[in-house]
């Protein structure tokens, strides 16, 4: 009934979750020797409308190497982490929004 | 916002009633609860699904659980909505005198 | 279960980024240190960070699929300087050896500092991370309001 912006906005939801998770890590090791920055392929992975299942976690590219081998970005990854974080908001928002709606039109017609 | 309510369509078309046809109208009704009673089932089903599989710690994130209970929640209340509707127009036909 | 891990894994990060900390805290306190319960000068201590999948007590099943997600950190040893003690000259000192020599740790104070505000930026970026997860989770329940 809510569907189809309903289904998108979910799947829109998990792969930014499953992105903040990675941002989480990446965060968690960002001293840990020969460590390398994950990610997923966003567009790509909302794109192909799979769901169910893990996206499939890439090194993210064009990242300088330290001398220990790790090459995580603590500028990246907060900027990451504070971009997903609002996204995820407005599609709850928006979810929230239209599931009023319906309820607001089903109440209407009593 | 592009929320679509398909079901709506076909459970309000209720036509005034007809003296002859006034079984055939209540057949009628009956068929439409059926469809949209089935419909409920699944919803509250892949619902209570979902939850269990948060509460064991597997599968879906947070917000696939609560959409689909949310998703249950609209279809049971769209269908009660239905259903009271649906009961006052065969009620209206049952009044009518023959 | 996906986003409620990302929390186990910030946590690992405080965790193993306070332990830095405190290392580095006990070599600049023992910088001079040359008398120590196991003989012999003070040596440095380092806090070697490693990758560790971070399971959930509420899952079975949970490292089957989520492999790179709950990548936390661990302190998987503490390196401890094997290289041989500075030695000064100070012949009136108590711990001074027959030829007048004191061993004393090899430190390098500027060096523990810098490290000591990296931990701390550390663990500042993963208590972000926690709180941002956390909000998510929180606008995630708020669904069903």
């Known amino acids: ?110 | 916002m592009a929320f679509s309510i398909p079901h709506i369509g076909s459970a309000t078309a209720i036509e005034a009633p007809q003296l002859d046809s006034g079984s055939k109208k209540a057949a009628g009704f009956g068929a439409v609860l059926q469809d949209a009673m089935g419909k409920v089932g699944e919803f509250n089903h892949a619902a209570s699904k979902s939850a269990e599989s948060f509460l064991s710690g597997e599968g879906d994130d947070l917000h696939k659980t609560i959409m689909a209970t949310q998703r249950a929640d609209l279809a049971m209340e769209l269908f009660l909505q239905v259903r009271n509707k649906v009961v006052q127009a065969y009620q209206e036909v049952m009044r009518m005198q023959v | 279960m996906s986003l409620l891990s990302a929390l186990s894994v910030s946590a690992s990060g405080l965790s193993a980024q306070r332990s830095r900390a405190e290392l580095l805290v006990e070599n600049l306190a023992n910088a001079e240190t040359t008398r120590t319960p196991e003989g012999g000068p003070y040596r440095r201590k380092d806090a070697i960070f490693s990758s560790a999948p971070q399971g959930s007590p509420f899952s079975a099943e949970f490292q089957r699929e989520m492999g790179a997600y709950s990548n936390g950190v661990e302190v998987s040893e503490i390196f401890e300087d094997a290289r041989e003690p500075e030695k000064r000259f100070l012949p009136g000192h108590p711990d001074a050896d027959p030829s007048g020599y004191v061993a004393f740790p090899r430190s390098n104070p500027a060096e523990d500092m810098v490290d000591l505000m990296a931990a701390s930026r550390g663990y500042h970026a993963n208590v972000s991370a926690m709180s941002a997860v956390k909000d998510m989770i929180q606008k995630s329940i708020d669904l069903m309001r």
């Open chain 1, 1 to 110: 009934m809510l569907d189809p912006l309903a289904t998108k906005l979910e799947h829109y939801m998990d792969l930014l979750g499953k992105r903040q998770q990675l941002v989480s890590a990446n965060i968690a090791n960002a001293d840990t020797p020969g460590y390398k920055t994950k990610d997923i392929d966003f567009q790509f992975e909302f794109m192909s409308m799979l769901q169910g299942g893990a996206p499939n976690v890439i090194e993210a590219p064009g990242l300088a190497v330290k001398n220990d081998g790790n090459n995580v970005v603590l500028e990246r990854e907060s900027r990451l982490l504070a971009e997903n974080a609002l996204r995820f908001n407005l599609a709850s928002n928006l979810l929230r929004g239209g599931i009023r709606s319906v309820r607001s039109a089903i109440q209407e017609g009593k």
